[in-house]
């Protein structure tokens, strides 16, 4: 079966760092996706790796390792307004994208 | 910045009833998908649609949904008969080309209740 897996929930303080982990197996591999979700809203897309390594816009960085199945996202310099979830997702080999079940992120003053 | 936008941001219906569900996709993006998450739980995939015709859909798509792009900005979820637990956010995406690399934006949601 297709499986990825996050912490349920996380807790960090402002202008902290925080990185958010990841593992997946799918059938296939085709990109992997964070996205962004405030409660009772759309998610927004982050960030999209498909090779090893680390990718990096402003504050939030994303890493791959495909021998791992593993990702994380990092995010610096923490601010009140990045509490909200961040899903993982995977596009597996039909081109469908796979969710996990998404990391709540709380951050306290 | 150009967005997907969907209407309405909250349906309430009856069980056993119908209800089609709009969404108007980026305009120059080719590929478009729906997806559900039920309260507290994670997204699920739907269906994908290109060129008209449906290009990949998962088990929970059965014949009780049905996708159409009426025209050239609309596209459409309709689900008959609905039953309690199709109560979800209904969430449409787009995306310029359904490559690898391509990203999907979603839109803002439509949050279904039945009753």
């Known amino acids: 079966g297709q499986n990825i897996d996050q912490p349920t929930e996380m807790t960090a303080t402002e202008g902290a760092i925080v990185q958010i982990n990841c593992t997946y197996q799918t059938s296939g591999f085709n990109g992997l996706f964070w996205y962004q979700q405030h409660a009772g809203e759309a998610p927004t897309f982050l960030s999209y790796?498909?090779l090893d390594g680390l990718e990096e816009k402003g504050r939030f960085s994303s890493f791959l390792s495909r021998s791992k199945g593993y990702s994380y996202l990092l995010l610096k310099e923490l601010q009140m307004k990045d509490s909200a979830s961040y899903l993982c997702a995977v596009r597996d080999s039909n081109y469908q994208l796979i969710w996990g079940a998404g990391t709540k992120l709380i951050i306290k003053p | 910045e150009p967005e997907v936008t969907q209407t309405p941001s909250h349906q309430v219906t009856q069980m056993g009833q119908e209800v089609i569900l709009r969404c108007v996709p980026i305009s120059n993006h080719l590929y478009f998908y729906w997806y559900r998450q039920i309260l507290g739980q994670k997204v699920e995939f739907l269906v994908s649609f290109y060129n008209n015709e449906i290009s990949e859909k998962s088990e929970i798509f059965d014949d009780q949904f049905s996708v159409e792009r009426p025209d050239g900005s609309n596209f459409t979820l309709k689900i008959r008969s609905t039953k309690l637990e199709d109560s979800a956010m209904y969430f449409c995406?787009?995306?310029?080309?359904?490559?690898?690399?391509?990203?999907?934006?979603f839109g803002p949601g439509t949050r279904l209740t039945v009753l």
């Open positions: 790796n498909v």
């Open positions: 995406a787009s995306s310029e080309a359904g490559g690898p690399t391509d990203t999907q934006y």
